[in-house]
T-cell receptor, first 114, second 111 residues
Framework: GAGVSQSPSNKVTEKGKDVELRCDPISGHTALYWYRQSLGQGLEFLIYFQGNSAPDKSGLPSDRFSAERTGGSVSTLTIQRTQQEDSAVYLC????????????FGEGSRLTVL | RKEVEQDPGPFNVPEGATVAFNCTYSNSASQSFFWYRQDCRKEPKLLMSVYSSGNEDGRFTAQLNRASQYISLLIRDSKLSDSATYLCVVNPRYNFNKFYFGSGTKLNVKP
């Protein structure tokens, strides 16, 4: 499809396990963002990639969270030793022109940590 | 203090009503402003940008007040399909690639 694709759409895991969430941005979009949204809350910025520049990791809540973007395209967000407070919807967005303000979001990966 | 604050609502209005939401931002150096719409259990989508002089897109009007650090969204002649959560988004001058999202204002338009 032409939109941002995220997988898995739903993930249930046990506390302490590691999880990987994948994002496939719109082809040609150099900017890629990860946000998370807890129930009834706004979007919390996690990390931002732009082309080959060093990522802006200022939103990652702890060192259990990491993300990479290979080849300037697909990105993976990894959460190690998951905790119950990590339960949220993790949203990926891409943009061809961030100055326009238009971020194209995927449908999200809903993570539930038991 | 949060970068962006919004009244969570919900705002319950009848079809055809006019409704307005405000959003305040804390950083006076904020550069750009936007309204996004998020339907229940869906991803956010850009509704409109907010320009300094105010701007209109059909039934939607956005205003910016830099002195008081707030932006507003006015919806005229509300439709059932306008029911959604409206997210205020702010882009700081010091990092134009970063976007801060408010928690959203929920709108329910009733028949």
């Amino acid at each position: 499809g032409a939109g941002v694709s995220q997988s898995p759409s739903n993930k249930v895991t046990e506390k302490g396990k590691d999880v990987e969430l994948r994002c496939d941005p719109i082809s040609g979009h150099t900017a890629l963002y990860w946000y998370r949204q807890s129930l009834g809350q706004g979007l919390e910025f996690l990390i931002y990639f732009q082309g080959n520049s060093a990522p802006d990791k200022s939103g990652l809540p702890s060192d259990r969270f990491s993300a990479e973007r290979t080849g300037g395209s697909v990105s993976t967000l990894t959460i190690q030793r998951t905790q119950q407070e990590d339960s949220a919807v993790y949203l990926c967005a891409s943009s061809g022109d961030p100055a326009s303000g238009e971020l194209f979001f995927g449908e999200g990966s809903r993570l539930t940590v038991l | 203090r949060k970068e962006v604050e919004q009244d969570p609502g919900p705002f319950n209005v009848p079809e055809g009503a006019t409704v307005a939401f405000n959003c305040t931002y804390s950083n006076s150096a904020s550069q750009s402003f936007f309204w996004y719409r998020q339907d229940c259990r869906k991803e956010p989508k850009l509704l409109m940008s907010v320009y300094s002089s105010g701007n209109e897109d059909g039934r939607f009007t956005a205003q910016l007040n830099r002195a008081s650090q707030y932006i507003s969204l006015l919806i005229r002649d509300s439709k059932l399909s306008d029911s959604a959560t409206y997210l205020c988004v702010v882009n700081p001058r010091y990092n134009f690639n970063k976007f801060y999202f408010g928690s959203g204002t929920k709108l329910n338009v009733k028949p």
